[in-house]
């Protein structure tokens, strides 16, 4: 400002004047974008919303570009609509299981869970490598030091039952998060029988004091100018279903939709919603918004009904097929929305995509550059599409996308099963008797048209493809009468 001001009283020729005014501008703006390409440079943020059990369609965010049933006809969730309006959804994101522990080591190893061998809940972890250098947090930390990373809420990969003398699983710390809440579990949020119960409550499945602590968090590392990684891991919408009052009220007088119908679990939802537009908030007020990328996503699919049964005729995941515990799409296809600096806003993106696709994208947004490294999981960076307006492919080991269900589980199928997408096509697979379904994802969304008869060849070819990325990594294999809960999978001894 003096340079400008003694550039005015000093007496100087008009024309020289006016050049030296324009080198004055020059100089200021060089200086500003020295300033803010310096601040640019500097190591982003990272937050990842992991939902519990929330369906592709059960929010009022339109997943799919020009398909309305791809949300809600009658949950909202105005601030997760201002997220997707800052950034891009993902028509076709899976999780890597339609149950949540084999999803949640997914995302922190990067890991397909049939390659993990983590295949249900209750089951042992014994055969894990958790102290790998290959999980978000320590991968950070190798970017910059500085990085700081956290986890609040549901960790949900480990077990303990006393009666059983049964405890494995791991803590946050040992994958790299210098805070967290522990090892807890779906009990920590309020899961209790009867399962089923629907309640009120000013703090349901702990949404806000979840959210507090993440915001104490995000402002200590703000203040501190740390980078950071916080995984906020909500127990909602998972069962038992709680609502606060006022949420309840208003779904009580709204006119219900034709797909969804339970005021409380409408009103959950939208209470989880508010807790998203308390945290996008608080990152505008400690001025880290523009460098900071969210990643807001769920671990599988919705419940097909609420309370679960056997018969339906249309899943809470309408239009897609079932729900939690299948392989159809509504048991593993999920919502995903990445808003962050250079994403195009209200954006959209058919790629397929994977929970194992975080840790590599994440890294790749940070500045990681070891593509040798990535060649060891399976998830690729998903970082060119999101700075590709949502066009391109995602560069993986193996192509496609592998699902494994080898035991009986009465609530869904009822049968084990086992399933491969790659391209348009999608191949379930039996073990009970080796059936195969073939759909065109294409075209049949809802999977109600089996081509196996029709492409044997091509049905056969996915086949072999499934079962050669099962024998290459070990995968534990379907026997009558394994339930894979709590012996090692050493003790089961059952391998392809």
Same mark, same amino acid.
């Given at each position: 400002?003096?340079?400008?001001?003694?550039?005015?009283?000093?007496?100087?020729?008009?024309?020289?004047? =006016?050049?030296?005014?324009?080198?004055?501008?020059?100089?200021?703006?060089?200086?500003?974008?020295?300033?803010?390409?310096?601040?640019?440079?500097?190591?982003?943020?990272?937050?990842?919303?992991?939902?519990?059990?929330?369906?592709?369609?059960?929010?009022?965010?339109?997943?799919?570009?020009?398909?309305?049933?791809?949300?809600?006809?009658?949950?909202?969730?105005?601030?997760?609509?201002?997220?997707?309006?800052?950034?891009?959804?993902?028509?076709?994101?899976?999780?890597?299981?339609?149950?949540?522990?084999?999803?949640?080591?997914?995302?922190?190893?990067?890991?397909?869970?049939?390659?993990?061998?983590?295949?249900?809940?209750?089951?042992?972890? $014994?055969?894990?490598?958790?102290?790998?250098?290959?999980?978000?947090?320590?991968?950070?930390?190798?970017?910059?030091?500085?990085?700081?990373?956290?986890?609040?809420?549901?960790? %949900?990969?480990?077990?303990?039952?006393?009666?059983?003398?049964?405890?494995?699983?791991?803590?946050?710390?040992?994958?790299?998060?210098?805070?967290?809440? %522990?090892?807890?579990?779906?009990?920590?949020?309020?899961?209790?029988?009867?399962?089923?119960?629907?309640?009120?409550?000013?703090?349901?499945?702990?949404?806000?004091?979840?959210?507090?602590?993440?915001?104490?968090?995000?402002?200590?590392?703000?203040?501190?100018?740390?980078?950071?990684?916080?995984?906020?891991?909500?127990?909602?919408?998972?069962?038992?279903?709680?609502?606060?009052? @006022?949420?309840?009220?208003?779904?009580?007088?709204?006119?219900?939709?034709? !797909?969804?119908?339970?005021?409380?679990?409408?009103?959950?939802?939208?209470?989880?919603?508010?807790?998203?537009?308390? !945290?996008?908030?608080?990152?505008?007020?400690? %001025?880290?918004?523009?460098?900071?990328?969210?990643?807001?996503?769920?671990?599988?699919?919705?419940?097909?009904?609420?309370?679960? &049964? @056997?018969?339906?005729?249309?899943?809470?995941?309408?239009?897609?097929?079932?729900?939690?515990?299948?392989?159809?799409?509504?048991?593993?296809?999920?919502?995903?929305?990445?808003?962050?600096?250079?994403?195009?806003?209200?954006?959209?993106? +058919?790629?397929?995509?994977?929970?194992?696709?975080?840790?590599?994208?994440?890294?790749?947004?940070? %500045?990681?550059?070891?593509? &040798?490294?990535?060649?060891?999981?399976?998830?690729?960076?998903?970082?060119?599409?999101?700075?590709? *307006?949502?066009?391109?492919?995602?560069?993986?080991?193996?192509?496609?996308?592998?699902?494994?269900?080898?035991?009986?589980?009465?609530?869904?199928?009822?049968?084990?099963?086992?399933?491969?997408?790659?391209?348009?096509?999608?191949?379930?697979?039996?073990? $009970?008797? +080796?059936?195969?379904?073939?759909?065109?994802?294409?075209?049949? =969304?809802?999977?109600?048209?089996?081509?196996?008869?029709?492409?044997?060849?091509?049905?056969?070819?996915?086949? *072999?493809?499934?079962?050669?990325?099962?024998?290459?990594?070990?995968?534990?294999? /379907? @026997?009558?009468?394994?339930? /894979?809960?709590?012996? *090692?999978?050493?003790?089961?001894?059952?391998?392809?």
């Amino acid at each position: 400002m003096k340079l400008i001001f003694d550039f005015y009283v000093t007496p100087i020729n008009p024309l020289k004047k =006016i050049r030296v005014f324009w080198m004055i501008l020059l100089l200021l703006n060089s200086t500003l974008m020295f300033s803010q390409r310096d601040n640019n440079n500097s190591s982003p943020n990272f937050i990842v919303i992991l939902v519990d059990d929330q369906g592709w369609s059960g929010t009022s965010v339109q997943m799919k570009k020009g398909d309305a049933s791809s949300k809600s006809d009658y949950h909202h969730t105005p601030n997760l609509e201002k997220l997707a309006a800052k950034g891009m959804r993902f028509s076709q994101a899976y999780s890597t299981s339609p149950v949540c522990a084999p999803s949640r080591y997914s995302l922190q190893f990067g890991k397909s869970a049939a390659r993990l061998n983590m295949i249900r809940v209750q089951m042992s972890t $014994d055969h894990i490598d958790h102290t790998t250098e290959m999980t978000i947090p320590k991968i950070l930390k190798k970017i910059n030091s500085k990085y700081v990373s956290a986890h609040y809420g549901k960790w %949900g990969m480990g077990i303990s039952n006393s009666k059983l003398g049964v405890n494995f699983g791991v803590h946050p710390s040992v994958l790299g998060y210098d805070f967290s809440d %522990g090892k807890t579990t779906n009990r920590d949020g309020g899961f209790q029988p009867p399962e089923w119960e629907f309640s009120t409550s000013e703090d349901p499945k702990k949404i806000y004091s979840l959210t507090q602590r993440s915001i104490a968090f995000i402002e200590k590392q703000s203040k501190s100018k740390n980078p950071f990684y916080l995984q906020l891991s909500h127990y909602a919408v998972h069962s038992n279903i709680q609502a606060t009052k @006022r949420s309840l009220e208003k779904y009580e007088k709204n006119e219900k939709g034709k !797909l969804h119908k339970n005021a409380y679990f409408a009103a959950l939802t939208e209470d989880l919603d508010y807790s998203v537009g308390i !945290l996008l908030n608080k990152l505008q007020e400690f %001025g880290i918004a523009n460098n900071t990328y969210i990643i807001y996503c769920s671990d599988n699919g919705a419940v097909p009904t609420l309370p679960p &049964r @056997r018969k339906y005729k249309h899943s809470y995941n309408y239009p897609l097929s079932r729900g939690k515990w299948d392989l159809k799409e509504g048991g593993i296809r999920i919502p995903f929305i990445v808003s962050g600096p250079n994403i195009k806003p209200n954006s959209f993106s +058919d790629t397929p995509v994977s929970l194992a696709d975080v840790l590599p994208t994440i890294a790749d947004l940070a %500045g990681h550059s070891s593509r &040798r490294q990535m060649k060891t999981i399976d998830g690729g960076s998903i970082k060119k599409v999101l700075y590709n *307006s949502g066009i391109g492919k995602v560069k993986r080991k193996d192509k496609g996308f592998y699902f494994h269900v080898p035991y009986i589980n009465n609530i869904a199928f009822g049968r084990p099963h086992s399933s491969i997408i790659t391209g348009l096509y999608k191949l379930i697979k039996f073990h $009970d008797n +080796d059936e195969l379904n073939l759909f065109d994802l294409s075209i049949d =969304i809802g999977e109600q048209n089996n081509l196996a008869m029709e492409f044997p060849r091509k049905a056969k070819k996915l086949e *072999s493809k499934m079962e050669r990325y099962f024998k290459k990594h070990k995968t534990v294999k /379907w @026997r009558n009468g394994i339930d /894979w809960k709590y012996k *090692s999978i050493q003790e089961i001894n059952s391998f392809y």
